[in-house]
T-cell receptor, first 108, second 116 residues
């Protein structure tokens, strides 16, 4: 079993939709949780960084961590075509572990 | 406000040549990580370094690959005698704090290595 599981998609939504991206994990020791956005032929860009459980909001983005279910989510409100990218979840305790990424396409 | 700088952005090598990839971490960061990414695939950890020390090289192939982060200058990922299978995007990331997790990783835009 992989440490971090992420549906590869692709996920296709119309502009303005609410997008939900998710990851599950197996190691209950993970304490730090991150979401990255990666455009084609670019490096991953840090979007959200959270510690332990709870929600964190930044503009149109909300990160949610449910440690009891070993489940993290990234919500994107009012999605835009410019949000089309691959989204990677990551988590860490003594090492960083990355999901394989979900490809998102927001159609105008 | 320079982020993580990687060069070159694109590198073409013939089979058997050496490839040198450079990474300058963000200002104030002294921890460097190297990852490899194949098209449509996730990031594969290669090595974690602090200044003058290799902390974790569990993801590095045993042969032909080496990494360093000297006291002065950028971190270098070196691939000797490249083969076609080495063609990939290589990303460098840096973080501020010791320990893994209590400071997030910030990535460069990668070096795309093509072996012909």
């Amino acid at each position: 079993q992989k440490e971090v599981e992420q549906d590869p998609g692709p996920l296709s939504v119309p502009e303005g939709a609410i997008v939900s991206l998710n990851c599950t994990y197996s190691n209950s020791a993970f304490q730090y949780f991150m979401w990255y956005r990666q455009y084609s032929r670019k490096g991953p860009e840090l979007l959200m960084y959270t510690y332990s459980s709870g929600n964190k909001e930044d503009g149109r983005f909300t990160a949610q961590v449910d440690k009891s279910s070993k489940y993290i989510s990234l919500f994107i409100r009012d999605s835009q075509p410019s949000d089309s990218a691959t989204y990677l979840c990551a988590m860490a305790v003594n090492k960083f572990y990355f999901g394989s990424g979900t490809k998102l396409n927001v159609k105008p | 406000n320079a982020g993580v700088m990687q060069n070159p952005r694109h590198l073409v090598r013939r089979r058997g040549q050496e490839a040198r990839l450079r990474c300058s971490p963000m200002k104030g960061h002294s921890h460097v990580y190297w990852y490899r990414q194949l098209p449509e695939e996730g990031l594969k950890f290669m090595v974690y370094l602090q200044k003058e020390n290799i902390i974790d090289e569990s993801g590095m192939p045993k042969e032909r690959f080496s990494a360093e982060f000297p006291k002065e200058g950028p971190s270098i990922l070196r691939i000797q005698q490249v083969v076609r299978g080495d063609s990939a995007a290589y990303f460098c990331a840096s973080s501020q704090a010791p320990g893994q997790g209590n400071s997030p990783l910030h990535f460069g835009n990668g070096t795309r290595l093509t072996v012909t």
